[in-house]
């Protein structure tokens, strides 16, 4: 309730998207990717931040679990079903300095 939902949406998409030169993420546009996460707004909860070392090589990232998230979509491929992984991974890993940050 700290913020309107559209605006919290903005800075958790958008704001990311334009900071790191995505071009084709952050909105949904024609010509964009397909990135959707539908909520339950009523069970929206977090949980503890942990990191897990899956990346290429051991690497380290951030991790955080939840519940009310309904579906999450990347590049229109379903992610997350009802809180659940679906085990698919359509994403790609961008390299450091990969990035159009002009």
């Known amino acids: 309730g700290a913020l309107p939902i559209e605006l919290a949406v903005h800075r958790m998409t958008g704001v990311p998207a334009e900071l790191h030169g995505l ?11 397909a990135d959707v996460c539908v909520i339950d707004p009523e069970q929206i909860e977090l949980g503890p931040v942990g990191v897990e070392h899956d990346l290429p090589g051991g690497a380290p990232r951030l991790v955080q679990s939840g519940k009310g ?3 999450v979509y990347v590049n229109g491929i ?6 659940r992984p679906t085990g698919k991974r359509p994403g790609e890993m961008l390299e ?5 940050t002009d």
């Open 78 to 83: 379903k992610t997350i079903d009802r809180d």
């Open 69 to 71: 998230f309904r579906a």
């Open 23 to 33: 071009a084709d993420r952050g909105r949904l546009a024609p010509g964009y990717a």
């Open 96 to 100: 450091a300095g990969s990035l159009d």
